[in-house]
Each structure stands twice: as structure tokens, then as C-alpha cells.
């Protein structure tokens, strides 16, 4: 949860920023909040992923993404207050 509260934060940062990183960081807030839109229907329905390698992918996936979203993120900030 705490990758949306960041997204968030960065979109109302990069208000005055350009159209790029304006379009990047709300894109990326609605994408998380479509993720765990589904991972909790997902969940709710009682559906698990089969294997033991299947779990571990599924675990470890959001993990990688978020991590390099957020710093996609970062540097657009930092791009935006340098200037």
C-alpha cells in the first residue's frame, strides 16, 4: 500500500512538471490501483497459484516492478525540482 501513497505524492509533486512526467506518474498510480483492484478480487475469489515456483514468481514480481517504478518516479521529481 505504501507504493500508492507514493505514486499519489508524486503526482500531485509533478503538477506544474511536464506532460511526460505528468502522464508517467498518474498512469502509474492508476495501474497500481487496477493491481490491487485485481489481487484482491483475486484473492477473494480463493484462487491460488498452483506450484511452489508459481508462488514464489507470484510473490516476488510486484516486489521487483514497484522498486523500479519508484525510482522511475524519483528521478522524474528530481528532474522536475532541479529545473
Known sequence: MSWLVIAAAAALALRGAGWWAR??????????LAAVA???AV???G???AGPADQAVVAVTPW???ADL???LLLEM???FRN
Open 64 to 66: 521487483g516492478a514497484a
Open 23 to 32: 502522464c508517467y506518474a498518474w498512469a502509474l498510480l492508476l495501474i497500481l
Open 47 to 49: 484462487h491460488h497459484p
Open 43 to 45: 484473492h477473494a475469489t
Open 70 to 72: 519508484r525510482f522511475g
Open 78 to 80: 528530481l528532474r522536475h
Open 38 to 40: 485485481v489481487g484482491n
